[in-house]
T-cell receptor, first 113, second 113 residues
Framework: DAGITQSPRHKVTETGTPVTLRCHQT?????MYWYRQDPGHGLRLIHY???????DKGEVSDGYSVSRSKTEDFLLTLESATSSQTSVYFC????????????FGSGTRLTVV | QQQVKQSPQSLIVQKGGISIINCAYE??????FPWYQQFPGKGPALLIA?????SEKKEGRFTISFNKSAKQFSLHIMDSQPGDSATYFC????????????FGEGTQLTVNP
């Protein structure tokens, strides 16, 4: 998707290993989000950011941490990956306070074996 | 808890028919209700959205109906086409939440030719 890039697109990792997913935007948007998508659960918010070094927890934040040292980059880290974290992870950006006009990345499919 | 509940989980419609997807929400403070469309391997994309000051919004073949008293909103796709086959998500947010969207579980729509 234009203006937002997620990397890697696919990753297979072993249980117990740390994993970092990257979201990079070129839109200079203030808000950035990490969601996970699982069948039957829709999209659930993991962490989000209001700006540089300003982050907060979402509804499923256990086992995840984030960092945002620059406006354009939002990193999601799984400190010690577990099989329950096998999912598709989406980053989204927005420049609106009320949730209008999220732009999503193309996703990262993570498999923890 | 799931603050936005979506139904049905899957829907099969014949070409030219009407597709209807329903959502119900719990938080009366929600003031923005978008629908997102997702094709396989892609991130969700904003389709249409409504605010609670109106009961209906139409954009082409897509219409949102909103019932504030019942805390329900629905997506109607008129003259459904095979190209509409995708996963649809309803969502809700409130301005004071700092633009965080809460999503429904998703509906897998299949339009048969």
């Amino acid at each position: 998707d234009a203006g937002i890039t997620q990397s890697p697109r696919h990753k297979v990792t072993e249980t117990g290993t740390p994993v970092t997913l990257r979201c990079h935007q070129t839109e200079n948007h203030r808000y950035m989000y990490w969601y996970r998508q699982d069948p039957g659960h829709g999209l659930r918010l993991i962490h989000y950011s209001y700006g540089v070094k300003d982050t907060d927890k979402g509804e499923v934040s256990d086992g995840y941490s984030v960092s945002r040292s620059k406006t354009e980059d939002f990193l999601l880290t799984l400190e010690s990956a577990t099989s329950s974290q096998t999912s598709v992870y989406f980053c989204a950006i927005s420049d609106h306070r009320d949730g209008y006009g999220y732009t999503f990345g193309s996703g990262t499919r993570l498999t923890v074996v | 808890q799931q603050q936005v509940k979506q139904s049905p989980q899957s829907l099969i419609v014949q070409k030219g028919g009407i597709s209807i997807i329903n959502c119900a929400y719990e938080n009366t403070a929600f003031d923005y209700f978008p629908w997102y469309q997702q094709f396989p391997g892609k991130g969700p994309a904003l389709l249409i959205a409504i605010r609670p000051d109106v009961s209906e919004k139409k954009e082409g073949r897509f219409t949102i109906s909103f019932n504030k008293s019942a805390k329900q909103f629905s997506l109607h796709i008129m003259d459904s086409q095979p190209g509409d086959s995708a996963t649809y998500f309803c969502a809700a947010s409130r301005e004071t939440s700092g633009s965080r969207l809460t999503f429904g579980e998703g509906t897998q729509l299949t339009v048969n030719p």
